[in-house]
């Protein structure tokens, strides 16, 4: 059973600062995986798809790796703002299930000005 | 619409009362999802529709909960006699579809935040 595990938990960073939140994974036969955002309220916005074949992404101030054999993510955030300030979560498309994803539980992220 | 619409938004009822959530898919998005956010839980799957294949309903927790989706596109995920512990964000997700777009991310909507008295 694949299970997806998101590291810390909680980060707090001064405003300018780059950052790092980490994910991992046990199971490493996966299609894919998503980095989303949540807002307070809101539901997921899908930030960055890593395909199994590709070692990352990147997205603006965002770049997303990936390092399947191992079972691990990283999702870097470089300059933070105040308005990164959110729930980012890591979500794998195994390969036993193609369809539906396994998700961390998130790292919730504040940027302080 | 432009994205994945959920309703209502937020939903308030008493212990043993049925609940319908409503989801209204991506205009073409053939496969959908719902999902289950419990406080202090991670996201959990309930149930998967993919055009007009019978649904995955292995994610569904108990007997109560219950989803169809007509026509292939609007969907209802309906929990008879709520209990407390069904109280959670009800989430829903439509993508391009399975095997062919294995690849193609998953849209969210807001949610149904679902509190059972």
């Known amino acids: 059973k694949q299970e997806v595990t998101q590291i810390p938990a909680a980060l707090s960073v001064p405003e300018g600062e780059n950052l790092v939140l980490n994910c991992s994974f046990t199971?490493?036969?996966?299609?894919?995986l998503q980095w989303f955002r949540q807002d307070p309220g809101k539901g997921l916005t899908s930030l960055l798809l890593?395909?199994?074949?590709?070692r990352e992404q990147t997205s603006g101030r965002l770049n997303a790796s990936l390092d399947k054999s191992s079972g691990r993510s990283t999702l870097y955030i470089a300059a933070s703002q105040p308005g990164d300030s959110a729930t980012y979560l890591c979500?794998?498309?195994?390969?036993?299930?193609?369809?539906?994803?396994?998700f961390g539980k998130g790292t919730l992220l504040t940027v302080n000005p | 619409g432009a994205g994945v619409s959920q309703s209502p938004s937020n939903k308030v009822t008493e212990k043993g009362k049925d609940v319908e959530l409503r989801c209204d898919p991506i205009?073409?998005?053939?496969?959908l999802y719902w999902y289950r956010q419990s406080l202090g839980q991670g996201l959990e799957f309930l149930i998967y529709?993919?055009?007009?294949?019978?649904?995955?309903k292995s994610g569904l927790p108990s007997d109560r909960f219950s989803a169809e989706r007509t026509g292939g596109s609007v969907s209802t995920l309906t929990i008879q006699r709520t209990q407390q512990e069904d109280s959670a964000v009800y989430l829903c997700?439509?993508?391009?579809?399975?095997?062919?777009?294995?690849?193609?991310?998953?849209?969210f909507g807001d949610g149904t935040r679902l509190s059972i008295l």
């Open positions: 997700a439509s993508s391009l579809g399975s095997w062919a777009y294995s690849n193609q991310p998953q849209h």
């Open positions: 199971d490493s036969a996966i299609y894919n």
């Open positions: 890593i395909q199994s074949s590709q």
């Open positions: 979500a794998v498309r195994s390969g036993g299930s193609n369809y539906k994803l396994t």
């Open positions: 205009s073409g998005h053939t496969a």
């Open positions: 529709f993919q055009g007009n294949s019978a649904p995955d």
